[in-house]
Every structure is written in structure tokens, then in C-alpha cells.
């Protein structure tokens, strides 16, 4: 499917890139039997699948949803997160994967949540990083690739569900309002 919004990524960029994520975490976790990929929902689905058909490692899923809650959700920060995972933590080398890591509150939210399990080590692997919309210093170990500070949409990730399957990231312009920007999904 096309689109007429501006881009941002093809998706053969992307796909390079993703291969190259692979071989990094295959590389790093070749000695760890046990990764558990956690996917965050629904927005890295799609880099998520195209992610695990490139590891050259033995990988489980599972999966988390983050949802922001209380009065002008975004901006008032505060992440829920539903951790309903099937498998336990503990002694896992655990790997979340996220689709873009934006203000860093639903990420810091989760690194504390899932450190609850103690697992033997927890990473991140983020496609999109906006360093300059952080607000909590929380960093990813994997990077697809840094952006400037515009609302994308595409590749899974959407606005108001919409775009999630567009196979390109485009971006918003104009941009939506401020605080429909952490749609955490
Ligand atoms: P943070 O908590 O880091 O501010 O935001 C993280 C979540 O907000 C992401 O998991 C994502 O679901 C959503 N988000 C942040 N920026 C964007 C964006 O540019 N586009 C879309 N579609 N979602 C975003
Ligand atoms: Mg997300």
C-alpha cells in the first residue's frame, strides 16, 4: 500500500537496518540459549516479526502493553503497564523490543516492571529513537535509527489506528496535537 504522507524511511532502508539489528543481537547473545524477546504492543509487531526472521539465535516471545492513564495522559506521564507474561523472568536474558522510544517514560516504566522478574540481564532494542524528546534518561542498546522530533506513523506504528500498514515510516506534517502524541500502542 502507498501513501501520500511525506517519508521518512523506505522500507528497504528499513529492512537493511533490521538485518543489521539482527546480526548485532545475534552476534552479542550467541553464547545466552535462552533470549526472550519482549514485544511492546501493537506498535512493533511488524518490526518485531521482521526482526526474529533475521536472528541467527534461538529466541521465545512474549509480549507487554504500555498504556498511559490519568487526566491529559501524555503529558501527565504516568505509564501502566500489562505485563500478563507467560513466562517467567528470572535467570532470562531478557530483550524488549519497542517501536519508538520518544519521552523514555514508557520505556523507564517498563525496565523497572521487568526488572521485578530478575532476569540474568534486560536490554533494549528500539527501531526509532527521538533522543531529543527525552525526558527520563533511559537508554536503548540497539538503535535502528534516530530521528528528528516529528510524529511517524507507518511499519506498525499508528495515529488513531490508522497508517499501522503502510510498509515506508512517513510522518505527520502538521503534526498532531502535543498530547495525542504517546499513544503508547
Ligand atoms: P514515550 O513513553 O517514550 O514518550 O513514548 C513511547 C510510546 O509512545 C511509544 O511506544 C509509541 O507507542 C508512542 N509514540 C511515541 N512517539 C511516537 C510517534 O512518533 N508515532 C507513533 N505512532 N507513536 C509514538
Ligand atoms: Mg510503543
Not at 528497504?12 to 545466552?32: K, N, Q, W
Not at 531478557?94 to 530478575?118: H, K
Not at 534518561?137 to 535509527?145: E, K, Q
Amino acid at each position: 500500500m502507498t501513501s501520500t504522507l511525506p517519508r521518512l524511511l523506505a522500507a528497504e532502508e528499513i529492512r537493511r537496518r533490521v538485518g543489521e539489528l539482527a546480526s548485532e543481537i545475534s552476534r552479542d547473545y550467541a553464547d545466552r540459549p535462552d533470549v526472550l524477546l519482549v514485544g511492546v504492543l501493537q506498535g512493533a509487531s511488524v518490526f518485531l516479526a521482521d526482526l526474529i526472521r533475521s536472528l541467527a539465535i534461538p529466541v521465545s516471545l512474549d509480549f507487554v502493553r504500555a498504556s498511559s492513564y490519568g487526566p491529559a495522559a501524555a503529558s501527565s506521564g504516568r505509564v501502566a503497564i500489562r505485563a500478563d507474561l507467560e513466562t517467567p523472568l528470572a535467570g532470562r536474558d531478557v530483550l524488549i523490543v519497542e517501536d519508538v522510544v520518544d519521552t523514555g517514560r514508557t520505556l523507564d516504566r517498563l525496565l523497572e516492571r521487568l526488572a521485578e522478574g530478575r532476569p540474568a540481564s534486560l536490554n533494549v532494542c528500539t527501531l526509532l529513537d527521538k533522543p531529543s524528546r527525552r525526558v527520563l534518561p533511559v537508554r536503548a542498546r540497539y538503535v535502528g535509527f534516530e530521528i528528528p522530533d516529528v510524529f511517524v506513523v507507518g511499519y506498525g506504528m499508528d495515529y488513531n489506528e490508522r497508517y499501522r500498514q503502510l510498509p515506508d515510516v512517513h510522518y505527520l506534517d502538521p503534526p498532531p496535537p502535543q498530547d495525542s502524541w504517546n499513544t503508547n500502542d
